[in-house]
């Protein structure tokens, strides 16, 4: 089992979109967790939305900091994906154990605009942290192998996509 660590600024949205989507597609093969550096105190309420919508459960997802998990005695985590610049660029702490690190970069679907707009976002951001998460999942390779799990985050990039 492999847990795994998804990091944002805000952790409201992205962070929160894929750690959802991680637990549920891997099927407890992955131990997901998410945070941020600078924690909104909320979940965005569109991404709790959205997840329903695409049946994932939402309890227990919260926004919160990064510190929870640098702490003594948190969880040891053995992958780290962050999916904003901010985060990827923010002096991350020294995570125990050397995890793998991957960007995996979307854009934030959580902006002041028309609820149109930012449904369309959440959307997007959704299929491409999905994407990656589905190309982490089903390849082969053992998590307990570190060199090939850098080798496969590291080239998991989300598609462009264009949602019409």
């Known amino acids: 089992m492999l847990n795994a660590l998804v990091l944002c600024t805000g952790n409201s949205a992205r962070s929160i979109l894929l750690e959802a989507i991680l637990r549920d597609r891997s099927r407890g093969r992955i131990t997901t967790h998410s945070a941020g550096s600078h924690p909104a105190g909320r979940v965005h309420p569109e991404a709790l939305a959205l997840l329903n919508r695409k049946g994932h459960a939402?309890?227990?997802?919260?926004?919160?900091?990064?510190?929870?998990?640098?702490?003594?005695?948190?969880?040891?985590?053995g992958l780290v994906i962050t999916v904003c610049g901010n985060a990827a660029e923010a002096g991350c702490p020294i995570w125990p154990g050397n995890p793998v690190t991957a960007h995996w970069g979307v854009a934030d679907p959580a902006f002041d605009g028309p609820r149109a707009a930012v449904a369309t976002a959440f959307e997007q951001a959704y299929a491409q942290l999905y994407d990656c998460a589905d190309r982490l999942i089903c390849a082969d390779i053992s998590f307990d192998d570190t060199a090939s799990l850098q080798q496969l985050v590291t080239h998991i990039v989300p598609p462009q996509l264009v949602l019409v």
């Open 58 to 77: 939402t309890k227990g997802l919260r926004s919160k900091s990064w510190d929870e998990f640098g702490q003594a005695g948190a969880v040891q985590m």
